[in-house]
């Protein structure tokens, strides 16, 4: 130790003399002064430069961190990162900052996926709205052409069921006369009956005929005039029976038969004036002639009673046709009343068309906006690289 008393000398006389020559701590401080003075200037530079080269490095990896910020801000390059081989504070800072840049990378990356996503859903809608514009539109010029044709439509059914109506009285009368008709067919079957009698006593007044020839050929005459009116008659009714279609078949019928026997008539008559102007020649031949005129007057029965019995059918055809033609006015009327119902329908479903073409029309314009929108974001996004 440098101090003498701490050592323990074996006498007193050694413990002065090593005091004596023992120096003291100032000696000393003063003897190694410029040493400690040196050392200390040594350390301090030392400590400068090592502070320089701390300041050196981490300025160095600031300005990298502010190169990378800088970098970023100026072109949006998202993907830029600082190169980082510590752990210190200015580490951890360019660890945070690339974490941050990471983390905004994926953020922009998913907005930009979104975006695009957006952008074309926003075409696709824009493009869908206009179809749904076009096609709003057509459906109402449809449903307004629909709404006129069910006007129309509704007056005609109206048309219909009044013609119905008249029909139907008409067919009434129809009837009456069917029913008329067939009386005057037994009256004339009656007529007929009593026609054959009558021929039968014309066999036995054969010899007076014979002197009153030129006035039976003035009767004669007037048959055949009424053969031929009949005929013309009988030919009128089955030209209106075949216009009445498959109801006039039995009236055409029974006027076909008529007209056959208007045309026998004749044939009669004539054979009647031939009878007539051989009735000199000899009665024979007049009495076969009755026999045979008596025949066909027992066809005439028959057919007036066949005539009878087609205009009993054509009653009960006509009176089937009065039930239909009822059936029909009822049903037309009730029509009419379905087709007013339609046209009030139609008339809804217009005003609903055309308050949604105005919705749809609105709808298009937003879709536009959107589509605006989303090619903007686009734009700006664009900006950025990932």
Request: glycine share 6%; aromatic share 4%; net charge negative.
């Amino acid at each position: 130790m440098l101090n003498g008393a701490w050592l323990a000398p074996a006498n007193k006389d050694q413990q002065l003399a090593v005091l004596a020559f023992t120096p003291t701590f100032k000696q000393i401080l003063l003897d190694r002064f410029t040493h400690y003075a040196a050392a200390v200037f040594v350390l301090m530079l030392l400590m400068l430069c090592a502070s320089q080269l701390l300041i050196r490095f981490l300025l160095g990896q600031l300005n990298a961190l502010k190169d990378v910020m800088l970098h970023v801000e100026k072109s949006g390059d998202l993907s830029a990162r600082v190169a980082n081989r510590s752990d210190d504070e200015v580490g951890q800072m360019a660890k945070a900052f690339n974490a941050m840049q990471a983390g905004y990378q994926r953020v922009v990356n998913t907005v930009s996926q979104t975006a695009s996503r957006l952008d074309e859903g926003a075409a696709h809608l824009a493009s869908g709205m206009k179809d749904v514009r076009q096609g709003m539109l057509g459906q109402q010029s449809e449903t307004d052409q629909v709404a006129t044709a069910i006007n129309e439509m509704t007056a005609t059914v109206h048309h219909i069921a009044q013609h119905a109506t008249a029909t139907r009285d008409q067919s009434q009368t129809a009837d009456a006369l069917a029913v008329t008709g067939k009386g005057v067919v037994d009256r004339v079957q009656v007529s007929i009956a009593g026609l054959s009698s009558g021929v039968q006593q014309t066999a036995e007044m054969i010899q007076r005929m014979a002197e009153d020839s030129q006035k039976i050929n003035g009767v004669v005459n007037v048959i055949h005039s009424i053969a031929e009116q009949t005929n013309l008659l009988a030919l009128n009714a089955a030209i209106e029976a075949a216009r009445a279609g498959e109801m006039g078949r039995g009236f055409a019928v029974v006027a076909d038969e008529v007209r056959n026997l208007a045309r026998r008539v004749q044939t009669s008559t004539d054979e009647i004036t031939t009878m007539v102007s051989t009735l000199q020649s000899g009665t024979r031949d007049a009495v076969d002639f009755m026999q045979d005129s008596s025949f066909k007057a027992d066809e005439c029965v028959q057919q007036a009673r066949e005539a009878g019995e087609a205009l009993a059918a054509i009653a009960s055809a006509v009176a089937q046709m009065r039930e239909s033609n009822t059936q029909i006015a009822v049903a037309a009327q009730q029509q009419s009343q379905v087709a007013e119902d339609m046209n009030r329908a139609v008339v809804s479903i217009r005003d609903v068309t055309e308050r949604t073409v105005i919705q749809t029309v609105d709808s298009a314009s937003t879709s536009d906006q959107l589509a605006t929108l989303a090619g903007e974001l686009n734009s700006a996004i664009g900006q950025l690289r990932l």
